[in-house]
């Protein structure tokens, strides 16, 4: 058995964090200790982990929370796993797409930028900015 501050550091974590998803369910302790503080067992540093991990590939705090409820219920998560998946990949296609749309339009200011012979004034870059912000 672990406390919250174990468990936080095993899994590189703030406490806060442990704490945070232990009040919002994800992390359930199985009990107190004899000071009162919670404990959990060491498998909780794999659920844990698992939470982290999920969250880095872009997955949402409730859409792991239906993940661990199908697999603690004995229910395959892996449609779930798929359908999440495949929605991140989509939004971040798009993602990808505006962010080099962005690119496209500094670029252009950059240039334009420099190739001002006297300088650029404040109304230029202005004027410049908005042609480009509405391109």
Avoid at 22 to 50: A, H, M, N, Q, W
């Amino acid at each position: 058995m672990i406390t919250t501050a174990t468990l936080a550091k095993l899994a590189d974590l703030s406490i806060f964090t442990v704490r945070y998803y232990t009040r919002i369910g994800l992390l359930i302790p199985c009990g107190r200790s004899e000071k009162g503080y919670k404990i959990f067992r060491y498998s909780d540093v794999s659920r844990l982990k698992f939470i982290i991990n999920a969250k880095l590939l872009g997955f949402e705090l409730e859409e792991i929370r239906r993940i661990l409820e199908l697999a603690q219920f004995g229910e395959n998560p892996c449609p779930e796993v798929r359908e999440v998946l495949g929605r991140r990949v989509e939004e971040n296609r798009e993602s990808i797409k505006r962010l080099l749309t962005l690119q496209d339009r500094l670029e252009c200011v950059n240039e334009e930028l420099a190739a001002m012979n006297s300088g650029p004034t404040g109304g230029s870059i202005r004027l410049l900015i908005e042609s480009l912000a509405g391109a």
